[in-house]
DNA sequence: ATTCATGTAACTCCATATGTTGCATGATAT
DNA sequence: ATATCATGCAACATATGGAGTTACATGAAT
């Protein structure tokens, strides 16, 4: 997986399990974002947590939506999987003692707080219901598909 | 320095050299910003060839600023040095064969798209010379400064 | 009991940013 | 002229963090 790609993943990861009626495991997941169980489980422990999906473990096991799709927004998952850093500009230091800084601080701080407020807000109006809609629109102007074939090449 | 700071720690340097009415050696800027010299002329070098800042070498030589301060934005500055990613939450892949990704990167395209217009054109609404002025505000707020006393300890 | 699957810690691997060294180039001072 | 000062730049070293991997424990289904 590429760097700083864990909301993408994620929500790559999700819509493929809301595309299967039973739970998908690791293993599978790992195949399809071509990377290895252990990244997996990783990512989606704190969605787990935060009640978004379900693990089960032993034969049958694996990952399950634990929310209809609709009533899950990028804001969630955004925030489900720890609220990382948006931006890849930022300080040199927080609580700066030269006078410069504290003005190039605040000037940035500005603008990146404002630019972040309308971002989040824009992820919130995003569901992932939305997203699967999309998706599928997507393949039927595509190509036909027979039930039970693979929808992920990567 | 920090992590991606390139943009804050340009800004730094610019607002301390307008301070100065000669010349300052990438060695003066390095002890202000903690740094190593190459460091600095590394990320002046692009601000040099679009015309914002002079380098000259020998006696006497150092940096200059090659304009006003009230000519330059913080999104020229961003744009001189290269317009670095702004977001650290990006694609897992530019041109996926899958189709659920290519509909959750239309998805995260879309807002970040979005936020990126709004920060670059907030960007482009502050000055340097507007940063200075709030550098002098602050500093006047603080404590009286003597002339010729140093204003970073950064 | 065996097999399957997750949970987690600890480690390696790798890409990138930063820091450093060395030397060439050119300008100024004496 | 020559010594000194400063940038220009390439090449190398180091540090950091994310991603990948291994190993083993836990628990559920057959």
């Known amino acids: ?16 399990m809301a595309d299967q009626n039973s739970p998908v495991t690791s293993e599978a997941l790992a195949r399809m974002m071509r990377t290895n169980p252990v990244v997996i489980r990783r990512i989606m422990s704190g969605l787990r947590d935060q009640g978004y999906v379900r693990s089960e473990k032993g034969h049958g096991g694996g990952w399950t939506l634990a929310r209809d799709l609709a009533d899950i927004t990028l804001r969630d998952i955004y925030d489900g999987i720890g609220s990382p850093a948006l931006f890849a500009i930022g ?14 601080n605040a000037a940035l701080d500005g603008s990146l707080r404002e630019a972040q407020t309308l971002l989040l807000a824009s992820f919130e109006t995003v569901t992932l219901a939305a997203l699967s809609a999309d998706f599928r629109e997507r393949l039927a102007r595509r190509a036909p598909i ?5 929808t992920c090449v990567d």
Chains 1, 2 share one sequence.
């Open 1 to 16: 997986m590429n760097r700083d790609s864990r909301l993408s993943g994620v929500l790559h990861v999700l819509l493929h």
């Open 91 to 104: 300080h040199r230091s927080e609580a700066p003692g030269c006078v410069v800084e504290q003005a190039v």
């Open 146 to 150: 027979q039930p039970g074939e693979p």
